[in-house]
């Protein structure tokens, strides 16, 4: 009986202090049941074998628990807590391999036992309560990950779709709008009605006198392609999350998660018309061709970042619920290398999200059509009329003046070209890294330089729609990749006991 309690303290003991995951304290908790009646066959000396595995783990797990909680920042705190990790795991697994000779010896029984410990010694070491967002296996994991992962790709072909709108300036051409279904005009008398709204909009007054009800179709069907593409987004979330959730594969905290992006998703559909509205009232800002305010379009852009951010990162969480330097292997050098990496790539990050809200200001006060050379703008470093409207403006001159907001933009861009390139050659070499890790900052590089000269060839062509599109696509690819990046440099102060 009191090798058994060993055992079993051995095995709660470890569990407890590696990490649990709902599985894994389903499986100890059986294990532990089921360790309870089995040493009576066990030798002197594997008694011994065991109270001392049990001691070590207790110590290394000791350890752990007091170094877990200090966090990524507290000086090589992560380095120790994954050195106590590596203990615990490693003692724990030494002694499961010295349990599992002496087990050869024993009962039939003493082997099974032995082989679910292991098992639940490896589970231990890979995942965090924190980190857990599926139950059921690797299966209902795949299944999850690959419904999560198109529902990444969908707002991403939502932003390209938007953007297409805009640029083939069908924006404007739906004059009102509502929360649920939109009805689109299928006779030619629904056609009329709705031609004869959007003659009363200022872009038809002043930028579409004399358009054929042909041509207007097509700008209708743009606008509501985008918009009944985001509401199918919103079935696409719901229906197969009940089926998931009936299966018993999502947690509580991935739920919570979800129903967050759906109010987004619903807000992001709001901001949408807020945006839209803009364009339909006499304008404030005094332009040849009427648009939505910037303010508003660079809202609604920062808005579709935003969920995709939190979705796409709540994939990656799912495909990969533990990062390199939180793994129960990793080394020290490892460690170091990431936490280094870490330090840099969160402010490049910012740094390229800032870039991309700044194009935003580009596209909605169409300041591409302006300065169509580089790297001179109007044959100066810094265009004559960047201060223009300083006097009359104050700051809003740097959102509203399309001299200014163009400039801002290309210092922007080419400074962010300019971080990547310097914390790519300070790591490119750094060999300590997971290849994953390396990888991606390699297509940090690639991604970063190549949206520049997309972003030059737009400019200089005048903004056409596909490289216009395109230059958006590029804009969400980098985000995609600098987010990837981060995700593989979590640190591991997201262990918890
Ligand atoms: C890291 C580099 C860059 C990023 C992340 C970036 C991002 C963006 C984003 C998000 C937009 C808004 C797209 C839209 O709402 O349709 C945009 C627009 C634009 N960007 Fe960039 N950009 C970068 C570099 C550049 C460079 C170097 C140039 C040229 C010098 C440039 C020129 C433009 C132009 C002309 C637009 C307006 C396009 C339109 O009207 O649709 N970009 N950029």
Redesign the pocket.
Known sequence: MARARALARLMTTTTRGVATTTTTTTTTTTARRRAMPMPMTMTMGRETVTRARASASRRAVREFTSLGRRGWDATSANATTNAATNAATNATTNAATNAATNAAMASAATRAMVRRMRSTMATTAQATPSMTLVVGGERATRRVAWWLGGGCAWVFSMVVLG?MT??TRSGLSMTDWKFEYEHPPLTDEDWAKEFEKYKQSPEYKKSNLGMTVEEYKFIYWMEYGHRMWGRVLGLYFVAPLAYFASKGYVTSALAKRLGVFFVLGAAQGMIGWWMVKSGLEEQEFSYDVPRVSPYRLATH?TGAFTIYTGMLWTTLNVIYPVSPSQSAGASKALIDATKRLHRVVHPLAGL?GV??IS??Y??GM?A?RAYNT?PLMGGRWIPEEYLDQWEQKGWRNFFENTAAVQFD??VL??T??ASVSAVWLGHRNSTALHPRTRMLLHALLAT?AG??TL??T??LHH?PVEL?SA??AG?LT?FTVVLALMHSLRGPKRLRI
Request: net charge positive; no cysteine; glycine share 16%.
């Open positions: 953007g805009r640029l852009l390229i870039t991309a194009g935003a580009v596209a169409d591409g580089f933009h290309r861009a080419l962010t070209l970063t949206q520049v972003g030059v737009t400019l903004v216009g230059h958006q804009a980098l």
